[in-house]
C-alpha cells in the first residue's frame, strides 16, 4: 500500500487563486416582486456578482445554521453575507411591482448536503413535484422538521426549504453520488459542503474536457491532523498515513491513491484562502483526481514512475483549467 502514496507539493503554489466558473446549464426562476425564497445550485458565486446579474434585487439575505444568524448583503451597503454557495437557500427582495424572470446557472449534480443541528436553509436538489412527506422519508430521520416557505407543499428542484434537525447529519438528496466523505470533527459544515461540490464538478470537467471517466467510487478524508485521522477515519490506508504523518512535519497539502483523495484543512489555512474553500478545493480535485485517473489508466503504482511526469501532468491539469480557452488540446499534441 505504501507504494500507492503520491504527494503533491506543488499543489501548494497553485492554491488561492479566484475560479473561474464554466456554467454549461441554465434555469429559469420567475421572481415576484418583493421576498423570494430560492436554492442556489449554481457554483459558488460573490454577493455583488448577485446584484449584477440580477440588477432588480435590492438584498439578499440567508440562514447561517452554523452561526445560528442572518447575513445580509445589498448592492448599496456590503453586510456579512460575501459569497452564496450550492445547496444554500437564499432570499432575493425584488425590487418595483413587476415579475423577474432570472436565468441563472444549473449546475447539477447537486452537492450532499451537512446540515447543522437546529434550523438549516437549504436548496432543494431532488426531482421536481416532489412532496415534503417524501422529501423528509429521503431525510431517514424521525425527528427532522422540513418547511417550504410560502407554503409551497410540492418541491421543484431549486426551491428553497428550512429543515430543522436535532442533530448535525449528512443529507444526499439525490442518490446515485459517486463519493463518500469522511471528515474529522473540526471540518466545518462549509468546508465539507465545499469539498464534495468541487470534488464533483471536478469529476464532471475530466469527464466534459477529456472523456475521461473516474471509474472508482471516491472517499475524500477531510481532516486536521494527520493523527486524528489515523485514529478515526482511514484505518485500512494507515501505511499512507505513515507516510505522511510519522514525524511532527508534514508539508503536502492532499495526496491521492487509487480511490481516494486525503486533503489536510491545515493547508486551506496556512496556504490558501480560508474564505474561499471553493478555490481551494478545485484545485486540490483536479490535481489529485488526475492521479486517480493515472492510477486508473496505468493499473499500477505512480511511484515507479517518473515524478515529474506524474506531478507535471496533475499540475498542467489544474493550470489549464483555470486558464481554459488560453491552451487547446487536439490528438496531435498541445498547442498554444
Ligand atoms: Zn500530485
Redesign the pocket.
Known sequence: MRLFG??????LLLAGARSLATETHQLTTVLKPGINFVGWVGQPIYADDLFEALPESQLVYSWDGEAKQFRFSSPHLRGDLYKIDPGMGIVIRIAGDETVEWVRPDDRPAPILFLEPGWNLIAWSGADGVSLREARSSLDLEDADIVAPEGVTRLDFADAIWVNTPHAIEWNQVAGIPLDLIATGAASTANKNASVTEALAAIDWYRQEFDLEIEAHLTLYLHFECEELLADALPEHDVLGDLECLGSYHPFS???GPDYVVVDLGALYMWGNSWRPHDFFRDVYT??L??ILQYQLLERSLLDEPAWL??GV??WMTTHRKILGIITVSNQGVQK
Open positions: 503520491v504527494t503533491c507539493a506543488l499543489l492532499a495526496w491521492a490535481h489529485e488526475a492521479h506524474v506531478e496533475a499540475t
